[in-house]
């Protein structure tokens, strides 16, 4: 009888050791093949793909964009980190995006050109996209899935912003009256 109640246990300690293994095996290749940021592209306004993995290891705000809203005079702040925080691993992105009530207009030309005058911008530019919809660009859908703290995961308006971590995957987002200087200290503690 103790032969047979020690066979038995041995045989349930396999068991479930060999079960053990295999879920924390299962849920390590699961993180693994979960996306990053850094396993998206996107083209810039002048056309290029932009792999961004190039931008491992970086902290990127991303931001859609327009040069007709309220909230336009964002680009001045947007402007502003990325010059103090650029050489320490800060990229700042901006989409511009034509989805609420039609200000961004222009062309990827036209944007940039406006970008420049207007507030002297020199962080990256995307081409225009839709960040809502069926034909939302993927980033965004990424973006808008991984970014807790929000009810709705839609957009509600431009320059909506996401900070996203060295890591490609942890991400914070902040409406659109969220003021970019404001972020500086969540930019900050990214930077770490």
């Given at each position: ?46 056309g ?5 993995a ?16 309220g ?15 650029a ?23 036209e ?27 993927p ?23 996401f ?22 200290k969540?930019?900050?503690?990214f930077?770490?």
């Open positions: 009888m103790k032969k047979v109640t020690f066979i038995l246990s041995l045989l349930f300690y396999i068991f479930f050791v060999q079960s053990s293994v295999a879920q924390s095996n299962n849920a390590k290749k699961n993180k693994v093949m979960e996306k990053v940021i850094f396993d998206f592209t996107a083209k810039s306004n002048k290029q793909d932009i792999d961004f190039k931008y491992k290891g970086k902290v990127l705000l991303i931001v859609n964009t327009a040069s007709k809203c909230f336009t005079p964002q680009y001045k702040e947007l402007e502003e980190l990325n010059k103090k925080y050489d320490k691993g800060l990229v700042v992105i901006g989409f511009p995006c034509d989805q609420f009530g039609h200000q961004e207009p222009g062309t990827d030309s944007i940039e050109n406006f970008c420049q005058v207007n507030f002297g911008v020199t962080f990256q530019l995307m081409s225009k996209i839709n960040v809502n919809g069926d034909d939302a660009h980033i965004y859908k990424f973006l808008k899935k991984k970014a807790s703290g929000f009810i709705v995961s839609a957009i509600k308006w431009n320059f909506t912003k900070l996203v971590a060295k890591d490609g995957y942890t991400i914070k987002r902040y409406a659109p009256t969220t003021t970019p200087k404001s972020l500086e969540d930019i900050e503690e930077l770490k």
